[in-house]
């Protein structure tokens, strides 16, 4: 039988859930979503940890958070050691498809700490202890795509080490992040590490464009104006699988790829519909091309489930009139250079807020454990 998730990776795209806790590991929950709603990845985040060790109705993290606190270990250490062993437990579960598809998927992400994020060395420097001690070869680290981030990707990936990059919201700042895969990776081929084993994918974030161009579109107020919500996020990620494709065309590319390099695909990520106008799969059945990756949070992953309809590829013949929407943006008065600035620093921020917050949550939750 055929479900919309099945049929969505027929078309190419691998689902990815956006989401882990210590609980959804334990009650096999992450294990029926394997088997059920075709998921062959996760991806985490300071936000999704704090939500999860935070979760008062989730005791999952109490006895570890007990053991720690014998062991005196602080704040920092606690995270480092909750954290990665969930990802390390959740990897083992989707190990098998790991396997089974050549390592492709079957991948489980950590983030670096987004304090870190202007920081080009430290962030270099936690990447390789969270590779070292997840130790398991299906982990991606994640490095935000900030100007500190793009020295840091190319050299965690010249250590042989898989990455995702993260917070990427413009195509110029993208175009940056493919050169530093492909800068990365033959570093790595120089470095003597088997290049067909290293992974990465580009996380092209969706809706927080509509949500800031909108808001934008709305104060300017005209027909014209109006007539271009929410086209902005939609566009923005067709371009980014135009530009996919050229630069993975291009000769630098192509010598690598001949080497055994892999490349690195595009994900979409930010894809929970923020406008309820919209209809709940847009950024999921509007971004279908093969190659490509979509992280979902657990309701658009059931809305997928349940009511999305996949007409196959709905990128690849969009690029014109994806450049029109640009076009059209430009003429209204929407700068995204200055939209897509101001989001990479949103997200940068609202990172560090929810690390802030869960390292709150641990230390409270270390000291009632003494």
Known sequence: MTTPTKDLSAAGVSIWLDDLSRKRIDSGNLAELIETRDIVGVTTNPSIFQAAIGNTNDDSYDAPLAALAANGADVDTAIFELTTSDVRDAAD?????????????????????????????????????????????????????????????????????????????????????????????????????DIATIHSVASFFVSRVDTEVDKRLDAIGTSAATALKSKAGLANARLAYELFEQTFAEPRAIELIAAGANVQRPLWASTGVKDPSLPDTLYVTELVAPGTVNTMPEKTLEATFDHAVVTGDTITGAYAAAHQVFADLAEAGIDLVDVTQLLEDEGVEKFIASWHDLQGTVRTALSAAH
């Open 93 to 193: 579960l989707f190990r098998p498809l790991y396997e089974s598809t050549g390592g492709v998927d079957g991948r489980v992400s950590i983030e670096v700490s987004p304090d870190l994020a202007h920081d080009t060395d430290a962030t270099v420097t936690q990447a390789k202890e969270l590779w070292a001690k997840v130790d398991r070869p299906n982990t991606l680290i994640k490095i935000p795509a900030t100007l500190a981030g793009l020295p840091a990707i190319s050299a965690v990936l010249a250590e042989g080490i898989s990455v995702n990059v993260t917070l990427i919201f413009s195509l110029e700042r993208y175009a940056a992040v493919i050169d530093a895969y492909l800068t990365g990776i033959r570093q790595a081929a120089a470095n003597g590490h």
